[in-house]
Structure formats: C-alpha cells, structure tokens
C-alpha cells in the first residue's frame, strides 16, 4: 500500500460540500482548511484536516510538504477539442489584420484547414500532437480534460480521433473523456442531408459498438446544424447510449439553449447569446451551461455569456477553455478563471468551484473526483501563491509547482 501525506498547505481548497453540483451561494464556499493537510493511500484520499492532526498518522508515508503554498483539486477541463493536427497561425495573423471569418475560410484557412490536416496525419503522428497537449493541459494543473472529434469528418477519421483519445490513456497521464462531436461542420465533399445521413446511420452506432466515447455533441449554428438538424443526431445518439452535450447560442440565438434542455443534455456550451428564456429552461431541465471565455476573449469579440444571471437563476456554472485551434488556443484554466472574474464578473471561488466539482459533476464523474473530500481520486495541483485568489489575479503567468494524478506527481515545474 503506497501512501503519500501532504502538509503545510497555507490553504487546503477542499471545496467538501453536498455531493452534487453546486449552486447560487454555494459556488462561492470552498470548504478552505488553513495549514491544511492529507493523507493519501493507494490513490485515493483518506482524510483532509489540520496538518498537525494529518501528521499524527503519517506512519511510514512518503511526506510532501507544500511549504506554504495553495492546494486546490486537479482542474477539469469539462469542453476541450484536444485532438488535431497543426495549428492555425495565418488565421490568427489574418483576424489581427481585421480580415473577416468569410475571408480567412476563402484563403483556405478556418476549420477546413484543420480538417484537411488532420485528415492526412497518420493515427501515430496524431498521438504524438495530442500527447504535447495533453501534456500543456498537466503543466496548467489540470487532472482530467473532456476532449471531443470533429477534425475528421469522415468515418474513419472519426473513428481514428477517437481511437488516438483511447491510446492516449494508457501514455499520458491526464485522464480524457471523449466525446463524439461528427457534426461538428459539413465537409466540403458532402450535401449537409447526405453528411447528416452519414453521422446518424454510420458514425454514431460505430462509435457506440466500438464503445470510443461517452457523449455526443454538436455544432447547433447558422450555417453549420440547425434546431432540427441537431435534434435528430442527439436524439440517434441518446437511443444508442450516449449523454449529450451541445455548442449552443454562441453566435447566434437560435433555441439552442431551449434544444438541450429539451432533450435532457447534460451540458449546454457557450451560451454567448442565451437570453433569460433560455437560462429558465436550462434551469427547468437541470443543464449545466458550460461558459467558454476563451473563445469570446481569443476572436477578440466582447459579449460573454449572462453569468450572474446564471448563477442568480441557480445554474450549476462550469467553466472550461474550449482549447482548439482556431477559436481558442489555450489549455490554460488559471487564463479561464481571469476571465471568467474581469469580465463575466464571478468571483474568485466561484470560478474555481465551476472548474473543479461542478465540472466534475458534468463529465458523470462528481463521485470521483473535483474536490479533495475521503474516497476521492488523489488528483491535485499545487500552486505557488498563498491565497487562492492569486490564481485569477496574476494573469498571463504560470504558477503551478506540482500536479497529482492519483497521488503520484505528473508534473512539477522544471520538470517530474
Ligand atoms: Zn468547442
């Protein structure tokens, strides 16, 4: 039996509370033990006190004394699309020139590029790329990261995104949750009925049988699938298994959020443009609105998502980074969480409890892990700040000093 006893944490951010997301006031107690500790057997946490109580029954574990620093659970990154290859630099460069969306597709850039890539790398060269990702996302404190297809766009390429998410698991450490996100933009060699026909008859129960993911999510926008367009693929996926997800409302309103509460989603994403009509059936339903800062703040656009109206209506808020090429290049959640406080206006503890149990919470994974309570996963960060608000607040700068998966270390700054 391997056991590891942290101590000496100015702040042990437990964020032990009910088990089940949190809401309204709740989002802003983290349940903080000052000079806190844990011990730690066999992965998974047996007890969260006083370091001086925790010391008590160290025994013969490994000790790793956090010398006064904030220890928070491993962030869960609940919206990311972790798997592509090669990036999307002359796009970045064209929009900082002004040039429009309509004008960097027609310069052969825009996701059509990614896919293109994608498409030509090898399965093995693809593991490769998403291992340097997956590996960006420890050095930021993040523990587990949803992570969806959608660079494919054919059978087979989806299948191979998704079949690059379950090789990852056994060579990296950052535990993913993959998502099955076909309908994610129409391919230029298709009709968008004939692509629809492809998703609903041929993708979805491939992916079902070959058990590559455990949601189903799509791209619900004008010009890509509309209301019923998208209802008919999540409704195939929920019939075959799946839990679902949606990018919804995020340039355009368009029932989005009023779609996934219909259909008994698990997540609504984005919500950029959801009104108080959809924040009440996201409510009724029980939805979690995933909010994806990133990407308003990285097109360089400046409407965000109703947050205090969400969290006032009683939301389970969970923030994410929407990490992808195009809209949003970061797997930074410490970056999400500034946002998230400058310009959504939620305060420092609420940002952390969206992305930590509340998004553990919408992942199907709130028993395991998101917060460091006894009979949880061992999966923590350590940052090198006192207070837990200094995350939000020193922006643009790396803080983290050691990540924990299943109290092992995966990564330190300088290296394991
Ligand atoms: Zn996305």
Redesign the pocket.
């Known amino acids: 039996m391997r056991s590891l006893a942290v101590l000496h944490a100015s702040q042990l951010v437990t964020l032990d509370g009910p088990k089940r997301p949190r809401v309204g006031a709740e989002m802003s107690e983290l349940a903080i033990i000052r000079d806190g500790g844990m011990l730690i057997r066999d992965g998974k946490i047996e007890s969260v006190g006083p370091s001086d109580e925790i010391e008590k029954n160290v025994g013969d574990a490994e000790i790793s004394d956090a010398r006064g620093r904030v220890v928070i659970p491993g962030f869960v990154d609940a ?1 990311t ?1 972790l798997v592509f290859a090669g990036n999307r630099l002359d796009d970045f460069e064209r929009r900082a020139r002004g040039e429009t969306y309509e004008q960097i597709a027609k310069a052969g850039g825009g996701i059509w590029s990614t896919v293109e890539k994608t498409r030509a790398a090898s399965e093995p060269d693809l593991l490769l790329q998403a291992k340097k990702h997956a590996n960006w996302f420890l050095r930021c404190g993040t523990t587990t990261a949803e992570a ?1 297809s959608g660079y494919g766009l054919t059978v087979e390429d989806e299948l191979k995104i998704l079949r690059v998410m379950r090789q990852l698991k056994d060579r990296v450490a950052l535990e993913i949750v993959p998502t099955f996100l076909g309908a994610h933009a129409v391919p230029r060699e298709r009709s968008l009925d004939a692509y629809l026909d492809v998703v609903v008859t041929e993708m979805l129960p491939r992916v079902t049988q070959q058990k590559l993911a455990e949601f189903c999510d799509v791209f619900s926008e004008r010009g890509y699938f509309n209301i019923d367009q998208s209802r008919k693929i999540l409704s195939t996926a929920k019939k075959l298994g799946l839990s679902l997800r949606g ?1 919804v409302d995020q340039l355009t309103k368009s029932g989005g959020a009023q779609l996934m509460a219909e259909m008994g989603a698990t997540t609504a ?2 919500l950029e443009q959801t009104d108080e009509q959809g924040i009440a059936a996201l409510k009724r339903a029980k939805v979690q609105p995933v909010l ?1 800062p990133g ?1 308003v703040y990285a097109l360089g656009l400046s409407r965000y998502p109703r947050t205090r109206e969400m969290i006032k209506a009683g939301l389970a808020v969970v923030l994410a980074t ?1 990490f ?1 090429p195009g809209s ?1 290049p970061t797997p930074s959640m410490p970056m999400v969480l500034s946002l998230a406080c400058t310009q959504m206006k939620m305060s420092p503890a609420e940002a952390i409890t969206a992305s930590s149990v509340n998004a553990a919470y919408c992942l199907n994974r709130g028993d395991k892990i998101g917060s460091l309570e006894p009979g949880k996963l061992a999966n923590f960060a350590i940052f090198d700040c006192e207070d837990y608000r200094e995350l939000a607040y020193w922006f643009g700068m790396p803080q983290t000093h050691s990540v924990y998966i299943k109290g092992e270390c995966v990564s330190k700054s300088g290296g394991v």
């Open positions: 919206h699309h969806k990018h994403d984005h994806l990407a929407d992808n949003s």
